[in-house]
């Protein structure tokens, strides 16, 4: 089956800030390249090989990186939005351009271990219009619940419900027949979740969902930021786009790891960033340029590009914008966020008492 790949790339990413106010989210180092390079490695393996980026927030970075995706593989089309038209509106923008059937719609902040051939396949023999990938988590509360019956059809199409019926959500992942893409709304915003799927399972149109067991996580989070990419450094979720072999930790070039420093957890350490002595980095993504001093602890924690971390300081659920420094014995918990350019004074901020 031929089939061409729609990527939505145009959301601000706002939850991600401030990582986000310098970079698109499916843009950010994630495991040694961007995050969309994973995605696109899965696509191109799957055999699919024409690939649209629907983009609006810094679409530069997308072009100047990807280009017309020839050294990847593939061949890549722009659709730039100048003002954001929704996960449905840019779907539709995209019809135009495609050449097949059957289409493959991605958010651009899901990592998905979905095998992409066997989706297909159950879509075609399902005779479905519409197949949704499905994953099942612990909170569905803050995604879309979907309800399926015995045959695996869709009933029900919740997003973000407050009161979800079940733990089985929208994974972010939609084949598409054709006629589909041609009856959603043009020249308007449309919402793909909260408007399209709804009205087409009322009409009774054939939607399904597949539900494979597979590695699924959102990244809009920093938390799931950092863990998904621990898990691909680690070769828990899959991806043919690290820069070298799993493990517990990816050290790129130019990066300088002192011999009684400890790093692990998945922890990706950037190009040209430093990790002195006597530190302890666990399950962290530090971008290029990044500074841990001699002692410091560092977990779960993001450090943007050239941002410094002093002696001693303590870093947990941190994250730390470009070129900002964190003095020494500073200590950051529990989802603190630092500005870019931001200096933090040598012990000017605690998160617990004195012992």
Known sequence: MQVDAVILVGGLGTRLRPLTLSAPKPMLPTAGVPFLAHL???IRASGIEHV????????????????????????????HEDTPMGTGGAIRNAAEHLRFDTTLVF?????????????????????????????????????GCVVTDHRGRVTAFLEKSPNPPGNQINAGLYALRRPVLAAIPAGRPVSLE?????????SGTPVFGYAGDSYWRDIGQPSDFVAASADLVRGIAPSAALPGPPGEAMILGGAAVDDLAKIGGGTTVGAAAV????????GCVLFEGARISAGAIVRRSVLGFGARVGRGAHLEDAVLGDRSSVGVGVELLAGARVWPDVVLADHSVRFSSDT
Do not use: K
Request: charged letters at 20%; zero cysteines; proline letters at 2%.
């Open 107 to 143: 958010n651009g902040d899901s990592l998905s271990g979905v095998d992409l051939r066997a989706l297909l396949d159950y879509h075609a023999e399902s005779a479905a219009d519409v197949t949704v990938s499905l994953a099942t988590v612990s909170d569905p509360a803050a995604y």
């Open 194 to 202: 909260r408007e399209v799927l709804p009205q087409l399972i009322g």
């Open 52 to 79: 649209l980026l629907a983009t609006s927030y810094q679409a530069a970075i997308f072009t100047d990186y990807f280009g017309d995706g020839r050294r990847f593989g593939l061949e890549i089309e722009y659709l």
């Open 40 to 42: 696109l490695s899965r």
């Open 275 to 282: 990790i002195e002595s006597g530190a302890i980095v666990d």
